[in-house]
């Protein structure tokens, strides 16, 4: 089994949006790592970002980011 590409849009104030993205995140690698057996292209390593890594949150704002950044990281994902 094998997924592709999963893009997901959150619209609505930073903070709101920033929040739900986090959460959003967390179901999905629980969904996908967990319940499905499935392995996203994310670091392993808590904190450390992997250059082969794929994944990816792209944050429309310097505030998102700032804000989502540290909950991403710690799961293995980038943010730009």
Same mark, same amino acid.
């Given at each position: 089994?094998? &997924? /592709?590409d #999963?893009? *997901?849009?959150?619209?609505?104030?930073p903070a %709101?949006?920033?929040?739900?993205? #986090?959460?959003?995140s /967390? &179901?999905? #690698? /629980? @969904? %996908?790592?967990? !319940?499905?057996?499935?392995e996203?292209?994310?670091?392993?390593?808590?904190w450390?970002l992997d250059a /082969?890594?794929k994944?990816? *949150?792209?944050?429309?704002?310097?505030k *998102?980011?700032?804000?989502? &950044?540290? !909950?991403? @990281?710690k799961?293995? #994902? !980038?943010? !730009?």
């Amino acid at each position: 089994m094998c &997924a /592709d590409d #999963i893009v *997901t849009l959150l619209v609505g104030p930073p903070a %709101f949006a920033a929040t739900e993205s #986090i959460r959003l995140s /967390d &179901a999905v #690698i /629980d @969904k %996908f790592e967990g !319940a499905l057996e499935m392995e996203m292209s994310r670091s392993r390593v808590p904190w450390a970002l992997d250059a /082969d890594s794929k994944s990816l *949150t792209l944050a429309s704002s310097a505030k *998102t980011r700032r804000r989502i &950044a540290p !909950a991403m @990281k710690k799961v293995g #994902i !980038a943010v !730009a």
